[in-house]
């Protein structure tokens, strides 16, 4: 069975802090990994990531992913209360496009 | 820019009655996937529809039934509710199999927030 895995469930920082969100997945016809932010209504893109070791960044954001280790890492630095959500981790099949989310991790910013 | 539609937003049913959702993707998206998120959960991956035909089958119950029209809009149909079946359904459109990952990925709809009671 596929599974995506995310860690830590939960982290409370302050802001300007530095936070990494980890994603390790286990799928038997991998195609991407995608990243989403949700606040308490439909989750929306962030990043696609097809290739190892290309780093993909939008301001604060960034993520990496690893194909040999099968993971992927979320960066997010200097963080502001507004990126208090929860931030998921979903893997794409190659044959029929189908997205396997992980449980995601519950970001707070404190100020 | 255009974004997915789904309504309606808030549908509040008793147990064994019907509900449909609609979905209306991006304008050009013609693959639809319908995803149920349980309260504390993770989305869950129901069906998906490629140019008005089923491409792929997920945790859907048997009770559900769902269709992708000419207009490439979805409807999600559900009978027999239980109170289970409260939930958040997202639905969420791509350009699908253009085989080019920028264009495939997915945008969620706002969502549909089922309560049975």
């Known amino acids: 069975e596929d599974k995506v895995v995310q860690s830590p469930l939960s982290l409370v920082v302050h802001e300007g802090d530095t936070v990494t969100l980890n994603c390790s997945y286990e799928?038997?016809?991998?195609?991407?990994l995608l990243w989403y932010k949700q606040e308490k209504k439909a989750p929306t893109f962030l990043f696609m990531l097809?290739?190892?070791?290309i780093e993909k960044k939008s301001g604060r954001l960034s993520s990496i992913l690893d194909k040999k280790e099968l993971f992927s890492i979320l960066n997010i630095t200097a963080t502001q209360t507004g990126d208090s959500a929860v931030y998921l981790c979903a893997v794409e099949e190659g044959s029929n496009y189908k997205l396997t989310f992980g449980k995601g991790t519950l970001l707070t910013v404190n100020p | 820019a255009a974004g997915v539609i789904q309504s309606p937003r808030h549908l509040i049913k008793e147990k064994r009655e019907t509900a449909t959702l609609k979905c209306y993707p991006i304008?050009?998206?013609?693959?639809v996937y319908w995803y149920q998120q349980g309260p504390g959960q993770d989305p869950q991956f129901l069906i998906s529809?490629?140019?008005?035909?089923?491409?792929d089958k997920g945790s859907i119950p048997d009770r559900f039934s769902a269709q992708q029209f000419s207009d490439y809009h979805s409807e999600l149909n559900m009978s027999s509710l239980e109170l289970g079946d409260s939930a958040l359904y997202f639905c969420?459109?791509?350009?699908?199999?253009?085989?080019?990952?920028?264009?495939?990925?997915?945008?969620f709809g706002p969502g549909t927030r089922l309560t049975v009671l």
């Open positions: 799928v038997t016809n991998f195609r991407s």
């Open positions: 304008p050009r998206h013609d693959t």
């Open positions: 969420a459109s791509s350009q699908g199999t253009s085989g080019i990952p920028s264009l495939d990925t997915q945008y």
């Open positions: 097809t290739s190892s070791g």
């Open positions: 529809f490629y140019e008005k035909m089923q491409s």
